[in-house]
């Protein structure tokens, strides 16, 4: 178990690290992100059932996909909320720390990368999130914030393929 978390937290560590990379600096200083921590399930459905469980609940979650490739069995998906409560929809699910008395959160971002891929008869799931949130001060610069996740969302992720049947199509096994 433990050679398998492994694997998989530096096979979905590395995309994610990449897509922070690539993002817009921020104008003022921002903690650096940290690899996040890879939550698994194995479940009695093939990979083929696994990729479209999961591409079913993230369409039902309003999750926006930006990257998928199903002979990798890679998806990224993000959850972009503008202009959260100053409590913040993110506080559930990282943590992030106390917002100033002279900040507002501007908007928040959920990245995540789910792995599904084979395992003995079924397949395994995999999912990864990181949080980011960029908050403006008195002065009107913004700033680029980038928290841990405390592994809520991956979790009820995880969750939610195991409670829902998988989605059957014509042909598939």
């Not at 507002?104 to 599904?116: C, E, G, K």
Request: include cysteine; hydrophobic fraction near 45%.
């Amino acid at each position: 178990m433990a050679m398998r978390y492994q694997l998989a937290s530096a096979m979905m560590a590395a995309p994610l690290l990449a897509a922070f990379t690539g993002a817009t600096q921020p104008q003022a200083a921002a903690q650096a992100p940290q690899a996040p921590a890879v939550h698994t399930q194995s479940y009695g459905y093939s990979q083929a059932l696994g990729w479209r469980q999961v591409m079913s609940v993230l369409g039902r979650r309003q999750l926006y996909i930006s990257t998928s490739d199903q002979q990798r069995g890679l998806i990224q998906a993000e959850l972009a909320i503008v202009a959260p409560p100053r409590s913040g929809t993110i506080r559930d699910w990282a943590d992030c720390g106390a917002v100033g008395l002279t900040e507002r959160p501007v908007s928040q971002l959920a990245d995540l990368t789910f792995s599904i891929q084979p395992f003995g008869s079924g397949a395994t799931i995999s999912v990864a999130a990181q949080f980011s949130e960029v908050r403006e001060g008195p002065d009107g610069a913004a700033r680029t914030l980038h928290y841990t996740s405390k592994g809520v969302l991956e979790d009820d992720m995880l969750l939610r393929f195991s409670q829902t049947s998988p989605v059957l199509v014509a042909g598939a096994r």
